[in-house]
C-alpha cells in the first residue's frame, strides 16, 4: 500500500511537471522548416552547417511533406506552433498567398536558392532511352491523336511510339500532385510534348485538360519521396522513373538517365539551360517571424552565402545547380528590403 | 454399446464386434491427433521461420554498419591557415553577457577559417606521393572532421602551430566502397568518388590507416545529412525516451483510474456498458487517426510546438491507454470476490478494501499492460509522420517541448535517404536498435511480473 501510495504520488508530480513545462513554453528557438522533399537533402545540410557556424543558435528543424504540404502548413497562421520557413520546388500559387492572408499571414518573403533539373531514369540494366517530349506524352496520355482523331491510348512498348525507342513495355511512376515535381513535369514535359503531337481544334481549357489527363494502367503516380520511386523501379523494372538531378546523381550505379531532346541531364546542361526539364527551387520566410524566433535571417544569408550556395559551394557539391551571383544578390537584396510576395507578382 | 446391453444372448460376438470397432475408431483417433500435432508443429515451424528470415535479414545487412572505415592523420594545426586572434579573455568588470558575446565573435571567426584545407593537408601526407587534389582528398573523410578539429581548437587553441595525430571518420562514400556495398567494376562516371579517392582508400585500407572500427557514434551522435557517415541514432532515442515518459506519466493513472472505478464503483447502467463498449473501440483504432486528432487538438486548438515530445507522448497515450484500461480491469475481475466480501465483512470501506487489498494484488497486471502498452507505443510511427515528427532534427532534445524525433521515425527517414547504398545498412543497423529496446523492455516486463507474483 505504501508503495502505491508513493508510487501514485510519483507519477502525478511528474505529469504535473510536464504540465507545467507545457504551459510555460512559451518561446520556440528553434527555426521549424517544411516542404518539397526535392529542397530537404539541401535544407538539412545548410540547416547543419549553420547550427555549426552559428553556435548561438540552435539547429533549424527541417521537415518533409512535399511542397503543397509544406505551403499549406505554412500558411495555417502566425504562431509557435506554426512552421517558419516553407521549402518548395515550384513557385508559391495566388490561391496559397490568399490562403495565407486570411490566416493573417501577409508578409511572406520569397527566397530563390538555385535550380534543380527533373530526369528520366530507369534501371542500369535497360536499354538506353532518347526521350522527346511528344514520346513521353504518348506514354502517358489517357487519349492520343491519331489520324486528327482523339482515340484511347493504344500504345504498350515503347517501340510503337517511336521506331527509335527500345522494345519495352511502358510503364512510368510520376510525382504525385503533392509534389513541385508534378508540375514541372507537366509544363516542360507534357504540355510541350501535346504539343507537338498536334490535338485536334478544340479550345484551351479542353486542351490543357486532354493533355494532362494521364492514364491509369500504366501511370503510377508516387506521393512518397524519390525511394518509393526507386522501389517501383526495382519491383518492375521496366519502369521509368521521374527524379530529381541530385538523386539520380546519388545512385548511378543503380540508375540509367534517359537523354531528352538530345541531352543528358548534368549540373553544366541544367545550369546553361541546355537541359530542357529544369525549375528554380524556392523556401519562403514568414516575415512576421522575423525577430520572434531568432536567427532566421542569419539562416537566409547563410543558405545565400557563396560557400553554401554559390559556385563550388557545399550545395553544389550536394547536387543542385547555383544560380548566377547577381541573382543570389538580387534575392538576398529584396528580402533585406522585406519585400513581401503578392499574388499580383505571380 | 447399447447393442450389447439391449441384446445379451449374441454378447461374445458382437464384445468381438466391438472391441474391433474401437480398434478402429482408436486408430483414426490416433490418426486425427497426430495430424493435429503435426499441423501446430508446423504452423509454430513456419511462425519461427518467418522470424528467423526477417531477423536474419535485418542483422545480415544492419551488422556491418556498426563497423565503419576510420583513419588516424597526423593533423598540423597551421596558422597560416587558422587566422585567430588570441580566445578573448573574460576581463574585470567585463560582465558574463558581453564575454560570452565576444567568445562567439572570437568562435565565429575562427569557424570561418578554411578548415577544409587543413583536413586536406592532412590526408595528403598520408600518401605523399599521389599528389592528390584538395577535392580528391577531402572525399575520403566526412565531411563533419573540420567541425571536430574546429571544436579541439576551439577547446584548446595551443595548438595552433602544432601536430597531433586525430581519428576520423571516412565518408559515407569511402565506407560504401571499402565494404563493396557499390560494384567496384562500374565506370568511373557511374562511382560516387573519384578514381583517385578510390585509389587512396584502397592504399589506406592495404596499409592499415584505414581500419574497421566500431561505430559507437551511432549511439552518441545525431542525425546528420552534410556528413551521412556521422549520423547517429542520440536524437531519436532521448526524444523517444522523453515520449515514453510522458506516456507512462499519463497513461498509467488515468488507465488505472478508470479501470478501478469502471471496476469496482461504477454502477452496472447502460452508460457504463457503453464507456465499457467505447474503450474496445478505441482500442481497435488505427494509430493514424490519433495522430489526426493530435494534429487537430493539441497543435492547432491547444498551440503547442511542432515535433516536441511532449505531443507524440499525448498522443501515443490516447493509444496506450485503452490497452492499460483493458488488461487492468481484466486483472481487477481476477481478484477473487471474497476477499473484497471479507475485507467489507470486517468493516473496510470501499475505498480501503480496493486501496489495501485488491489494487496490490493487479500489480504485476499492470505493469504488465504498461510495459507492452510502452512497448506498442515506443514502435509506433504513424501518428508522429502527422505531428511534424518526422523531420530533420539535429539536435538533442533538451526538454520534452523542444523538436525531435523518435527511433521508429528515424528508421523511416533513413529508408528515404538518398544515399541508398549507405542507408540500406544504416536503416537495418536503426531496427535492430529498436528491436533491441522492445526485447529488453518485453524481458523486463516477463521479470518484473514473475518477481512480484511470487512476492505474493
Given at each position: 500500500?505504501?508503495?502505491a ?13 510536464l504540465v ?9 528557438d ?70 495565407c ?20 531514369a ?30 484511347a ?26 509534389h ?41 503516380e ?47 546542361t ?77 | ?30 490418426r ?153 567494376s ?7 568518388l ?40 542520440a ?18 493513472p ?31 483504432v488505427?494509430?493514424?487517426?490519433f495522430?489526426?486528432?493530435g ?20 498522443v ?34 470501499q475505498?480501503q ?71 540500406e545498412?544504416r ?30
Amino acid at each position: 500500500m505504501k508503495f502505491a501510495s508513493y508510487a501514485s504520488a510519483a507519477v502525478l508530480l511528474v505529469a504535473g511537471a510536464l504540465v507545467a513545462t507545457g504551459a510555460q513554453a512559451q518561446s520556440r528557438d528553434t527555426i521549424q522548416i517544411a516542404g518539397s522533399s526535392t529542397v530537404l537533402p539541401f535544407a538539412s545540410i545548410v540547416a547543419e552547417e549553420f547550427g555549426n557556424a552559428f553556435p548561438e543558435y540552435n539547429t533549424p528543424v527541417v521537415g518533409s511533406g512535399g511542397s503543397s504540404g509544406g505551403l499549406r502548413q505554412f500558411c495555417e497562421g502566425v504562431g509557435e506552433s506554426t512552421i517558419d520557413i516553407a521549402n518548395a520546388s515550384r513557385r508559391i500559387r495566388a490561391s496559397e498567398i490568399e490562403a495565407c492572408a486570411e490566416a493573417g499571414v501577409k508578409d511572406i518573403r520569397e527566397i530563390r536558392i538555385g535550380y534543380d533539373g527533373i530526369v528520366f531514369a530507369a534501371d542500369a540494366s535497360k536499354a538506353d532511352f532518347a526521350l522527346e517530349p511528344v514520346h513521353v506524352y504518348k506514354a502517358i496520355a489517357a487519349e492520343v491523336p491519331v489520324d486528327g482523331e482523339m482515340v484511347a491510348n493504344p500504345y504498350t512498348n515503347w517501340n510503337e511510339i517511336d521506331a527509335s525507342l527500345p522494345d519495352q513495355a511502358i510503364s512510368l511512376a510520376i510525382p504525385a500532385s503533392n509534389h513541385g515535381t508534378r508540375e514541372v513535369f507537366e509544363e516542360k514535359v507534357v504540355l510541350p510534348g501535346c504539343e507537338e503531337a498536334g490535338l485536334p481544334e478544340m479550345d484551351e481549357d479542353a486542351m490543357e485538360a486532354s493533355c494532362l489527363t494521364f492514364r491509369q494502367d500504366v501511370v503510377v503516380e508516387i506521393a512518397g519521396d524519390y525511394t518509393e520511386t526507386l522501389a517501383r523501379l526495382q519491383s518492375n523494372a521496366d519502369t521509368i522513373g521521374v527524379f530529381g538531378l541530385s538523386f539520380y546523381d546519388q545512385n548511378r550505379d543503380t540508375l540509367k538517365v534517359a537523354t531528352v531532346s538530345g541531352v543528358t541531364p548534368s549540373l553544366e546542361t541544367v545550369a546553361s539551360g541546355e537541359y530542357p526539364v529544369s525549375r528554380p527551387l524556392f523556401f519562403y520566410v514568414k516575415g512576421e517571424h522575423i525577430g520572434v524566433i531568432p536567427g532566421i535571417e542569419d539562416y537566409v544569408a547563410f543558405f545565400l552565402s557563396d560557400a553554401i550556395a554559390g559556385n563550388g559551394g557545399t550545395l553544389e557539391d550536394a547536387g543542385m545547380i547555383p544560380a548566377p551571383d547577381a541573382e543570389r544578390e538580387a534575392v538576398m537584396a529584396a528580402f533585406d528590403e522585406g519585400k513581401a510576395i503578392m499574388a499580383s507578382d505571380l | 454399446m447399447t447393442d450389447t446391453t439391449a441384446s445379451p444372448g449374441t454378447g461374445t460376438v458382437s464384445a468381438e464386434e466391438n472391441r474391433a470397432r474401437i480398434r478402429k475408431g482408436l486408430a483414426r483417433r490416433h490418426r486425427q491427433e497426430a495430424i493435429f500435432r503435426g499441423m501446430g508443429v508446423a504452423a509454430i515451424a513456419a511462425a519461427l521461420g518467418f522470424v528467423a528470415i526477417l531477423f536474419g535479414m535485418i542483422i545480415f545487412k544492419g551488422a556491418p554498419a556498426f563497423w565503419q572505415a576510420t583513419l588516424t592523420a597526423e593533423v598540423y594545426f597551421d596558422p597560416e591557415v587558422i587566422e585567430s586572434d588570441p580566445r578573448p579573455v573574460q576581463q574585470e568588470g567585463q560582465s558574463p553577457a558581453d564575454y560570452r558575446a565576444e567568445l562567439l565573435r572570437w568562435e565565429r571567426a575562427v569557424t570561418l577559417s578554411n578548415w577544409n584545407a587543413v583536413v586536406a593537408d592532412s590526408i595528403r601526407k598520408l600518401a605523399p606521393d599521389m599528389e592528390l587534389e584538395r577535392k580528391d582528398a577531402l572525399e575520403l573523410v566526412t565531411s563533419s572532421v573540420r567541425y571536430k578539429l574546429r571544436d579541439m581548437f576551439v577547446e584548446n587553441p595551443d595548438l595552433l602551430g602544432q601536430t597531433v595525430s586525430v581519428s576520423m571518420l571516412g565518408s559515407a562514400n569511402t565506407d560504401v566502397w571499402l565494404k563493396g556495398n557499390i560494384d567496384r567494376s562500374l565506370a568511373d562516371d557511374r562511382q560516387q568518388l573519384s578514381a583517385a579517392t578510390r585509389e587512396l582508400a584502397d592504399r589506406l585500407a592495404e596499409e592499415g590507416v584505414i581500419r574497421s572500427a566500431f561505430a559507437w557514434h551511432i549511439f552518441t551522435n545525431v542525425d546528420s545529412r552534410s556528413a551521412p557517415a556521422s549520423a547517429g541514432l542520440a536524437g531519436a532515442f532521448v526524444g523517444s525516451l522523453y515520449m515514453m515518459l510522458v506516456v507512462i506519466a499519463l497513461a498509467v493513472p488515468i488507465g488505472v483510474a478508470s479501470a478501478v472505478y469502471l471496476e469496482e464503483f461504477a454502477p452496472k447502467n447502460r452508460l457504463t456498458d457503453l464507456i465499457e463498449v467505447n474503450i474496445n473501440n478505441l482500442a481497435a483504432v488505427p494509430s493514424i487517426v490519433f495522430g489526426l486528432l493530435g494534429a487537430a487538438v493539441f497543435i492547432n486548438y491547444f498551440k503547442l510546438p511542432l515535433s516536441a515530445p511532449l505531443v507524440g507522448g499525448m498522443v501515443l497515450t490516447l493509444m496506450t491507454l485503452p490497452t492499460i484500461i483493458i488488461a487492468t480491469r481484466s486483472s481487477l475481475r481476477a481478484v477473487p470476490p471474497s476477499l473484497r466480501q471479507a475485507a467489507l465483512g470486517l468493516g473496510a470501506s470501499q475505498t480501503q478494501t480496493v486501496f489495501h487489498h485488491v489494487l496490490p494484488l493487479t500489480f504485476p497486471g499492470i505493469l504488465t499492460a504498461t510495459i507492452i502498452g510502452v512497448a506498442q507505443a515506443l514502435g509506433e510511427t504513424a501518428p508522429l509522420l502527422l505531428i511534424g515528427m518526422n523531420a530533420f532534427v539535429a539536435n538533442v532534445p533538451a526538454t520534452p517541448m523542444d523538436q525531435a524525433t523518435a527511433l521508429p521515425v528515424q528508421i523511416y527517414l533513413w529508408q528515404g535517404n538518398e544515399n541508398r547504398n549507405f542507408f540500406e545498412a544504416r536503416t537495418s543497423a536503426a531496427i535492430m536498435v529498436l528491436l533491441g529496446l522492445m526485447i529488453m523492455l518485453n524481458a523486463l516486463a516477463i521479470f518484473l511480473r514473475t518477481r512480484l507474483e511470487k512476492r505474493q
